[in-house]
């Protein structure tokens, strides 16, 4: 699950094309199957959303929530695909951009009817 917060005041197509570089991060980075899309993209008026002053209107801070299990070599390639393509495609600095992980365990996830992921084939593998 993903977190996206911006300034507001983006395009519709800027905004598209932030979401969709987001999520083929996650799928070339982790391995997340295409159709796994949750993103949820928050504007927030430039007067309620304080960022440092080294930071500029592009600022984009991302939160992503995932099983836990990834590797930390598999989150920094993570990072990196997403800074490098929000960079070029968007040309939004690395310093706007703040990315951050929260992975909770297996069992602190209640999905398909109320069982937790451990008990749960999810057809793709957690462990990257």
């Not at 070339?28 to 440092?52: T, V």
């Not at 365990?105 to 999810?122: F, Q």
């Amino acid at each position: 699950m993903v977190k996206i917060e911006i300034i507001e005041g983006k395009s519709v197509e800027y905004k598209k094309k932030l979401l969709d570089i987001i999520h083929n991060a996650l799928v070339k980075s982790i391995k997340i199957p295409d159709y796994d899309r949750i993103q949820r993209l928050y504007e927030l008026k430039k007067e309620n959303f304080e960022i440092s002053p080294d930071k500029t209107i592009n600022f984009t801070l991302i939160e992503i929530i995932m099983f836990k299990g990834r590797s930390n070599e598999a989150k920094k390639n993570l990072y990196q695909e997403i800074v490098k393509n929000l960079s070029e495609k968007l040309n939004i600095k690395g310093n706007d951009i703040i990315i951050v992980i929260i992975d909770p365990p297996l069992y602190n996830w209640g999905i398909r009817g109320g069982r937790t992921v451990d008990e749960v084939d999810l057809g793709f593998k957690i462990e990257v």
